[in-house]
């Protein structure tokens, strides 16, 4: 790598908002050389310092999780508008019964009208006058007071079914406004993952081979740091959980995964986010959780971490953008972020934000 491209990284990595910078079009990071000569030796790589590799750490860092928060984000406006296109599709069942009720009450007071037109709608007493037989008149004239009766009553239930068909109506139109600025949320959030992915990428592209590797170890040097230091708090002592017959399977489900790359916004089988992961394991265990670790966190029993036992979700960061699965021991399984899979890592490397609970039946004898 050549020294004017070193300086371009360089530069980058200490700017936080040079997202645009790194994905600009065109942008020269190796520096011109002349026509090598046969007796021309090659310029030897100079690796990058630790500090600047120190940075690209931390910006990748920050990258990956902007491009989570967002993740969660495209999810929840995913399951909202699932929610709501159910909610639509009912509605328009209801409209359809309903437009079917009201048809049959216009046909049914269009006969009780058209009965009252053949009687020649005289009034009740030339009619007893010009009866030959009284009593059948009056006999008569008692059912057409019960048919006035149901006349009034159908056009009751026709006004109340018209009145049900305008609200339904109503509910389907709001219904609509809202699934389509949930689609507009979820094209935002998605946009802002691309965004922020493509900018990790391309940071990462221009590292040498050597200073990847050197990345990698980095990475996991800060985890092992994080997680040290977790452990060195005697907090693991203190947890003696046993785990639920569900937190079992779920924690089997969670594990079996392991190997499977991450997806934003997938939940299996063949690759998860982090949130589904989670999901999808207590749901292989027979409970419904919500879809994003943001919900998880907000609906979920939250309990101290000296109480964890294996299946429960630990969330992290104080975003709440990542969350993983106790497996015991101080450690979690997680699917970690873009070009990573599904892995087992110290419950502790990460920043600690809440440990929630989905099971809150007691732990297995």
Not at 28 to 49: D, E, G, H, V
Not at 64 to 72: C, I, L, N, P
Not at 291 to 297: H, I, K, L, Y
Request: glycine share 8%; hydrophobic share 40%; aromatic share 4%.
């Amino acid at each position: 790598m050549g020294t004017g491209k070193r300086g371009l990284i360089a530069a980058a990595v200490t700017v936080v908002c040079a997202v645009t910078v790194l994905a600009a079009p065109g942008t020269a990071f190796a520096s011109p050389s002349p026509t090598p000569t046969p007796s021309a030796s090659p310029t030897p790589l100079t690796p990058l310092p630790n500090k600047d590799l120190e940075a690209v750490r931390l910006k990748l860092d920050k990258l990956y999780r902007e491009a989570a928060a967002a993740t969660d984000a495209y999810n929840a406006a995913e399951e909202k508008a699932e929610k709501q296109s159910a909610e639509i599709v009912q509605l328009a069942k209801k409209i359809v019964k309903g437009q079917e009720k009201l048809d049959e009450l216009k046909e049914r007071a269009g006969a009780a009208a058209r009965a009252q037109y053949r009687s020649g709608g005289l009034p009740d007493e030339a009619q007893l006058m010009l009866s030959d037989n009284p009593r059948q008149f009056l006999d008569g004239a008692g059912r057409v007071l019960q048919g006035e009766r149901a006349t009034k009553a159908l056009i009751g239930q026709m006004t109340r079914t018209q009145q049900d068909l305008e609200l339904y109506a109503k509910d389907a139109s709001a219904q609509w406004k809202k699934l389509e600025a949930g689609r507009k949320a979820k094209a935002t959030a998605q946009k802002k993952i691309e965004k922020q992915i493509a900018a990790a990428e391309k940071l990462e592209s221009q590292l040498e081979k050597e200073d990847k590797e050197r990345l990698a170890q980095l990475e996991e040097a800060a985890a092992l740091k994080a997680q040290t230091a977790w452990l060195d708090s005697g907090v693991v002592d203190d947890i003696s959980g046993e785990a639920t017959a569900a937190g079992k399977k779920a924690v089997e489900y969670a594990t079996a995964q392991i190997g499977k790359p991450y997806g934003w916004g997938e939940e299996g089988p063949k690759a998860y986010d982090c949130s589904g992961l989670t999901s999808q394991a207590w749901a292989s265990a027979g409970t419904a959780i919500p879809r994003t670790s943001q919900e998880q966190w907000k609906q979920l029993k939250r309990i101290d971490v000296t109480d964890m036992r294996p299946g429960d979700l630990i969330i992290y960061f104080e975003d709440a953008s990542h969350v993983a699965m106790y497996i015991g021991d101080g450690a979690m399984v997680h699917a970690p972020r873009p070009k990573r899979t599904v892995t087992i890592a110290g419950a502790g490397s990460m920043p600690i934000l809440a440990v929630v609970r989905p099971d809150a039946s007691p732990a297995t004898p």
